[in-house]
């Protein structure tokens, strides 16, 4: 096996530097963590963290940036397939949750940042990204109710604002690696939403 190019080992630590800092910002919120801070946690100098990113400012917008790509390119394969429509509400709705055991902490500071990074206007992407998630959810459930999947006196708007904060409130209590998997977790949703909780 060769050994890693100098690119391949800046590219390396630039992405542990990113995950830790990741960390920081769920944990003690994007204002709260400094630069020195990241670089503390990282074993290194502060000035030496700027021979990777130019501020924490960039660091956070790589973070949401790169999961969102992510997540949306998954949605959209998930929408533009042969699936019916219940299964592509049932699809994205796991996709969601594994979302949330994968990146925890990009869906805790997208949680919790989005309004106050919205403010900046490196950040508009997040209000696009805001607005991309509802028209993927109306979709699906327009998509539901056109098909007979869903019941026709849906109101399709509460119903999308009902999942967007049941969904992804989760990354508050769910811890990865415990007895629920967010495979389980996921499934249980699904019999909540689709099929009701009583007999």
């Known amino acids: 096996m060769s050994a890693a190019t100098p690119a391949e080992g800046a590219n390396s630590r630039r992405v542990e530097l990113l995950h830790i800092a990741a960390g920081l910002f769920a944990e003690k919120g994007f204002k709260n963590t400094t630069v020195r801070d990241i670089a503390d946690a990282s074993g290194i100098l502060s000035g030496s963290l700027y021979h990777h990113f130019d501020s924490k400012e960039s660091m956070v917008d790589e ?8 997540l949306f390119a998954a949605y959209d394969a998930v929408l533009t397939s042969d699936l019916d429509a219940r299964a592509k509400i049932e699809q994205c709705v796991r996709l969601s949750f594994e979302a949330i055991d994968k990146h925890p902490h990009e869906v805790a500071i997208f949680q919790n940042e989005a309004a106050y990074l919205g403010t ?9 990204r805001n607005a ?4 993927v959810w109306i979709t699906l459930l327009d998509d539901g109710v056109r098909s007979g999947a869903l019941r026709s006196d849906l109101d399709i708007e509460l119903t999308y604002r009902f999942i967007r904060d049941t969904v992804w409130v989760a990354v508050k209590w769910y811890r ?3 007895k ?3 495979e389980a977790i996921a499934a249980q949703y699904l019999t909540i939403l689709l099929d009701g909780i009583s007999q």
């Open 120 to 128: 900046f206007e490196r950040f508009d992407y997040l209000a696009e």
């Open 176 to 178: 990865p690696g415990r």
């Open 132 to 135: 991309q998630s509802r028209a």
């Open 63 to 70: 973070i949401l940036s790169t999961f969102q790509d992510e």
């Open 180 to 182: 629920l998997t967010h």
